[in-house]
């Protein structure tokens, strides 16, 4: 499978810019936050799905659950108790009793947040619902940050999860429906990230956010996610790099949601039409989540993709100083099955934080 | 930006998307849907020969649904046991488009919404994917019978 | 001989409606519930023209498997009915002639429910 990027060549998908030369005068901020009080990730935990055990990053999982229905009858039951056992696990790994916890913000990819909702319903922490689909990880650290940074919590949970059955029966076909997926498709992660955000504590510091703004770059594809996604994640990585007037050589790693292999190498040319050079410090969460011999065409998506993804991998080769300052932005399509089949076109978003060692 | 340039760039971005988005190899996906309901259509000959054996009375017609009915059949019980759709993911349009497609569309979606009960899930639910087929089949087949009548008048 | 010749003949014309409809996936962007309908109509077009019987003499089990069997099929119910019964006939001949099919498909789907559940990929 060859793919033939047309690197560098301006193909007119942005608005023509000059590109002020790196380290020049930053911007004024519009999109990017600073913290001025970085808010601490105490503790976090990651739950997947056997498949997503079997991948290349099994084995940093906190837990694998071989079970895809947990044992339960439905499998809207099961990603409820995944995206509880994550905040149980997240809260315990911060040293904290669940009492602790002053605000819940979580979000998935079902209609009306139904497994968020049910989650919050068993915990009586004050919850904010969130949806952003498959970006909703990364604007609950921008808003549990923000939160705290304000000074109005100390301590704040930022979960999310999806379930590759709940999202297939809800975007898709029913799950025994013999449908043949294009190449460029993507598989819905079974799996829940959580993470423990406080004032203080010794773990790593999330010193900024960049909210995103909806872009939409007229891809009608349900199954071309990356495509889709990709200009949302440049327009906020850009917005990143010139208000903070950094490059993308300033950042140990730059990881995107779940824009997949496709998504992820138009991202590279987007931004080098741009003029910056994404090389081996950029990485994408549902690229990696897969092994290709798992048949998971373009690689992950989904809710719990990068949390999973980031609650594991990213967080714990952090604490072991492998990286220093990372920029995380997962994107997310924002369309609903019916707004496709009216002839719609997906509008997508990215929202980013930086974490910093 | 106006509505202009927002369209232009968007036109080459598609452009550009549809360059560097892999595609489905060709001949091969075609082989294998050729094949798949190529042995479908034998099997169901296979069947309405067996019961032509075995029930030399029966007419055409009868036989042809017996074969029908035991295709589907199969099917479904293929997709109760959760393998139809490996089948179907190599298969393509040579598993969907022969009356086991069919089946197992309609048996996938019941299976499906069971969580839902069987009233409000299996039942509602059981032609959601098979619906188009169903409406549009009774429809035009009304309107051919409609204009046979007109044209060439009662037997 | 004849045998051999016939179920060639019903694996050459079934696989060639089936690669059929799956160019038109590869090469547009098509779902397959309108493809499908599309076949349909297809079917019901042959048997209304009354081409189908001529097809289905050569092709056998190749055409009538395929979704076009079920088109031309409801379509030879609907005229048939019509024509005997008159005008109301045509409404109902359709689903009389397919009932089996269809009836076998609801019945063993209800059953196949009671007894297994999807699984996750």
Same mark, same amino acid.
Request: aromatic share 10%.
């Given at each position: $499978?060859?793919i033939?990027?047309?690197?560098?060549?301006?193909?007119?998908?942005?608005e023509?810019v000059i590109?002020s030369?790196p380290h020049?005068?930053a911007?004024k901020r519009?999109?990017?936050?600073?913290?001025?009080?970085?808010?601490?990730?105490?503790?976090? $935990?990651?739950?997947?799905?056997?498949?997503?055990?079997?991948?290349?990053?099994?084995?940093?999982?906190?837990?694998v659950?071989?079970?895809?229905?947990?044992?339960?009858?439905t499998f809207?039951?099961?990603e409820?108790? $995944?995206?509880?056992s994550?905040?149980?696990?997240?809260?315990?790994?911060?040293?904290?009793?669940?009492?602790?916890? +002053?605000?819940?913000?979580t979000g998935d990819?079902?209609?009306?947040?139904?497994?968020?909702?049910?989650?919050?319903?068993?915990l009586?922490?004050?919850y904010?619902?969130?949806?952003s689909?498959?970006?909703?990880?990364?604007?609950s650290?921008?808003?549990?940050?923000?939160f705290?940074?304000?000074?109005?919590?100390?301590?704040?949970v930022c979960a999310t999860?999806?379930?590759?059955?709940?999202?297939?029966?809800?975007?898709?076909?029913?799950?025994?429906?013999?449908?043949?997926?294009?190449p460029?498709? +993507?598989?819905?992660v079974?799996?829940?990230?959580?993470?423990?955000?406080?004032?203080?504590?010794?773990?790593p510091?999330?010193?900024?956010?960049?909210?995103?703004?909806?872009?939409?770059?007229?891809t009608?594809?349900?199954?071309?996610?990356?495509?889709a996604?990709a200009?949302?994640?440049?327009?906020?990585?850009?917005?990143?790099?010139?208000?903070?007037?950094?490059?993308?050589?300033?950042?140990?790693?730059i990881?995107?949601?779940d824009l997949?292999k496709l998504?992820s190498?138009?991202?590279?040319?987007?931004?080098?039409?741009?003029?910056?050079?994404?090389?081996?410090?950029?990485?994408d969460?549902?690229?990696?989540?897969?092994d290709?011999?798992?048949?998971?065409y373009?690689?992950?998506?989904?809710a719990g993709?990068?949390?999973?993804?980031l609650?594991s991998?990213?967080?714990d080769? $952090?604490?072991?100083?492998?990286?220093?300052?990372?920029?995380?932005?997962?994107?997310?399509?924002?369309?609903?099955?019916?707004?496709?089949?009216?002839?719609?076109?997906?509008?997508?978003?990215?929202?980013?934080?930086?974490?910093?060692? | 930006?106006?509505?202009?340039?927002?369209?232009?760039r968007?036109? @080459?971005?598609?452009?550009?998307?549809?360059?560097?988005?892999?595609?489905?190899?060709?001949w091969?996906?075609?082989w294998?849907?050729f094949?798949?309901g190529?042995?479908?259509?034998c099997?169901?000959?296979g069947?309405?020969?067996?019961?032509?054996?075995a029930?030399?009375?029966?007419?055409?017609?009868?036989?042809?649904?017996?074969?029908?009915?035991t295709?589907i059949?199969?099917?479904?019980?293929?997709?109760?046991?959760?393998f139809?759709?490996v089948?179907? @993911?190599r298969g393509?349009?040579?598993?969907?488009l022969?009356?086991?497609?069919?089946?197992?569309?309609?048996?996938?979606?019941?299976?499906?919404?069971k969580?839902?009960?069987?009233?409000?899930g299996?039942?509602?639910?059981?032609?959601s994917?098979?619906g188009?087929?169903?409406?549009?089949g009774?429809?035009?087949s009304?309107?051919?019978?409609?204009?046979?009548l007109?044209?060439?008048? @009662?037997? | 001989m004849?045998?051999?010749?016939?179920?060639?003949?019903?694996?050459?014309f079934g696989?060639?409606?089936?690669?059929?409809?799956?160019?038109?996936?590869?090469?547009?962007?098509?779902?397959?519930?309108?493809?499908?309908?599309?076949?349909l109509?297809?079917?019901?077009?042959?048997?209304?023209?009354?081409?189908?019987?001529?097809?289905?003499?050569?092709?056998k089990?190749?055409?009538?498997?395929?979704?076009?069997?079920f088109?031309?099929?409801?379509?030879r119910g609907?005229?048939?009915?019509?024509?005997?019964?008159?005008?109301?006939?045509?409404?109902?001949?359709?689903?009389?002639?397919?009932a089996?099919?269809?009836?076998?498909?609801?019945?063993?789907?209800?059953l196949i429910?009671?007894i297994?559940s999807?699984?996750?990929?």
């Amino acid at each position: $499978m060859s793919i033939t990027l047309h690197k560098g060549e301006n193909c007119g998908f942005t608005e023509k810019v000059i590109i002020s030369p790196p380290h020049k005068q930053a911007q004024k901020r519009q999109q990017v936050i600073l913290f001025e009080n970085p808010p601490r990730i105490s503790g976090r $935990m990651s739950v997947v799905g056997e498949k997503e055990g079997k991948g290349p990053a099994g084995t940093y999982f906190d837990k694998v659950v071989k079970d895809a229905k947990w044992g339960e009858k439905t499998f809207e039951r099961a990603e409820i108790n $995944m995206l509880m056992s994550a905040i149980k696990g997240s809260v315990t790994d911060a040293d904290l009793s669940e009492n602790d916890v +002053q605000l819940l913000i979580t979000g998935d990819l079902l209609n009306q947040l139904t497994s968020s909702n049910y989650v919050a319903r068993e915990l009586s922490m004050p919850y904010l619902g969130l949806y952003s689909a498959c970006s909703t990880m990364s604007e609950s650290l921008a808003i549990g940050s923000a939160f705290i940074n304000a000074g109005y919590f100390d301590t704040i949970v930022c979960a999310t999860v999806s379930h590759f059955a709940t999202a297939e029966r809800q975007f898709r076909y029913p799950l025994e429906y013999g449908c043949q997926r294009p190449p460029y498709a +993507q598989w819905t992660v079974t799996g829940a990230g959580s993470t423990v955000l406080t004032k203080e504590g010794k773990g790593p510091r999330i010193t900024a956010a960049v909210l995103g703004k909806v872009v939409d770059f007229g891809t009608n594809d349900l199954n071309n996610m990356g495509a889709a996604m990709a200009p949302a994640a440049m327009d906020t990585l850009l917005a990143l790099f010139k208000e903070t007037d950094t490059d993308a050589d300033d950042y140990d790693l730059i990881l995107t949601g779940d824009l997949g292999k496709l998504g992820s190498d138009i991202l590279r040319d987007l931004m080098l039409e741009q003029g910056y050079y994404l090389g081996q410090n950029y990485i994408d969460c549902g690229n990696i989540i897969y092994d290709v011999t798992q048949k998971c065409y373009q690689g992950g998506s989904g809710a719990g993709c990068s949390a999973s993804i980031l609650n594991s991998l990213i967080l714990d080769k $952090m604490e072991r100083g492998q990286y220093n300052k990372i920029a995380y932005l997962a994107t997310g399509a924002l369309m609903s099955t019916q707004s496709c089949y009216q002839g719609e076109t997906i509008p997508c978003i990215s929202h980013a934080v930086i974490i910093e060692r | 930006m106006n509505n202009n340039a927002v369209e232009e760039r968007n036109k @080459r971005y598609g452009k550009y998307v549809s360059a560097v988005t892999p595609t489905t190899s060709f001949w091969k996906s075609l082989w294998n849907s050729f094949w798949i309901g190529g042995l479908t259509c034998c099997i169901g000959q296979g069947i309405f020969d067996l019961f032509k054996l075995a029930f030399p009375s029966l007419s055409q017609d009868i036989l042809g649904n017996i074969t029908s009915m035991t295709l589907i059949t199969v099917a479904i019980l293929f997709t109760g046991l959760g393998f139809y759709d490996v089948i179907a @993911r190599r298969g393509g349009a040579g598993s969907f488009l022969p009356i086991t497609g069919f089946a197992n569309a309609m048996s996938s979606a019941s299976m499906e919404f069971k969580t839902e009960g069987l009233i409000f899930g299996t039942s509602v639910k059981l032609f959601s994917v098979v619906g188009p087929v169903v409406v549009n089949g009774i429809v035009w087949s009304t309107v051919a019978g409609l204009i046979h009548l007109i044209l060439f008048g @009662r037997v | 001989m004849s045998i051999l010749l016939t179920y060639l003949s019903v694996f050459g014309f079934g696989g060639l409606f089936c690669s059929l409809a799956q160019i038109l996936i590869i090469k547009t962007k098509l779902t397959p519930a309108r493809i499908l309908v599309l076949f349909l109509i297809l079917g019901i077009v042959l048997e209304g023209l009354g081409v189908y019987k001529y097809i289905f003499a050569i092709a056998k089990a190749g055409v009538s498997i395929p979704i076009i069997g079920f088109g031309a099929s409801l379509a030879r119910g609907s005229i048939e009915m019509a024509r005997q019964v008159g005008f109301l006939g045509a409404f109902a001949g359709g689903l009389v002639r397919t009932a089996y099919g269809v009836g076998a498909a609801i019945v063993a789907s209800y059953l196949i429910t009671l007894i297994f559940s999807p699984k996750s990929k």
